[in-house]
Each structure stands twice: as C-alpha cells, then as structure tokens.
C-alpha cells in the first residue's frame, strides 16, 4: 500500500526541513557594485540569482543610479535570465545591510567605494554601454553587451570558491 503513515518517514521530513533552513541561512551574501547599476552589476546579480540562488543571497548597487539598461535587459533575456523587474539603486539605499562580500566591477566602483563591511573583491569587466559608443544600431551595440554578459557568467560559475582565490583590497 505504499509508506505508512507516521513513524520514521515523520522525523525525516522533520530533519530536512531543518536542513533546509540551516542552509538557506548559509548563503552567502554578495553586493556586486559598478558606477551606476544599470548593465554590469545588474547582469553579475541576475546571473547569481539565476545560476547559484542555493548558495548566494545577490543584491547590486551602484555608486551612481544610472537606471537599467535596456539592452542589458535584452541580452540576459537571451540567455533566459529575465532582469527587467530589477530596479537601479544606489549603496545609500542600502543604509545598515551587511554583506559577506562586496564585488566591484569597475575601477571607477573599486576607488570610490563606500565602507561596507565584509571583504572587498575587485573584478572589473569592460563597460558596454562605452564599447558600443560607436556602435551605428542596436545590432552593432549587441555583440559587446553579449560579450560582457557571457564574461560575468562565467565568473559567477566560479563562485563561491574564487572570492576565496582573489586577494581582498587592503583598504576594505
């Protein structure tokens, strides 16, 4: 007839439950910064959510809001990740939050970074939005924000064990 009912399946369900819990409390949080959080930071946190959700909490910001850039939107749809619910927001939007780690994914987000707490990791990866500057159309501009796209999935499929690998910035 199938398991019976109470007994030892009861208590396993129980144990899971708490495993669950325990781990969901585990994760590890990561703020992924650039200027103006509107194409790299945005890309890092909608491939985090999508790729490692069990293991890291995501949130991006910016030092600037600059608003989200739609053919970020575009791309990651294109790789099935939807991030046209994400909102541009700036660190002073995030007053008290503490993060495990902050990711910088500028040079200009790496020296002007506001005091988090938690390590500093610098990863800087090219600006789409400024290698499409040239760019005559949308289909011109789509190859450097896929480019840069399939970089930061890359190096979210590295985490969490690269953040370990890189060397922390000294003054954070």
Request: hydrophobic share 35%; with cysteine.
């Amino acid at each position: 007839m199938g398991r019976s009912q109470g007994g030892d399946n009861d208590h396993h369900g129980a144990a899971d439950n708490e495993f669950l819990e325990k781990s969901t409390k585990m994760k590890i949080s990561i703020l992924f910064l650039c200027t103006g959080n509107s194409c790299r930071s945005q890309m890092a946190e909608g491939w985090a959510r999508h790729l490692k959700g069990d293991v890291i909490e995501a949130c991006s910001a910016g030092i600037e809001r600059h608003g989200l850039n739609p053919l970020a939107v575009k791309v990651m749809a294109e790789a099935g990740v939807d991030i046209s619910g994400h909102q541009s927001k700036t660190v002073d939007e995030l007053p008290g939050q503490q993060f495990d780690y902050i990711v910088t994914l500028c040079g200009h987000a790496n020296e002007t970074c506001p005091f988090f707490p938690g390590r500093k990791i610098h990863r800087g990866f090219d600006d789409p939005p400024k290698l499409a500057a040239g760019a005559k159309n949308e289909q011109e501009a789509l190859p450097h924000y896929r480019r840069v796209r399939d970089e930061i999935r890359d190096f979210i499929l590295t985490l969490p064990e690269a953040l370990d690998e890189e060397i922390p910035d000294a003054d954070h």
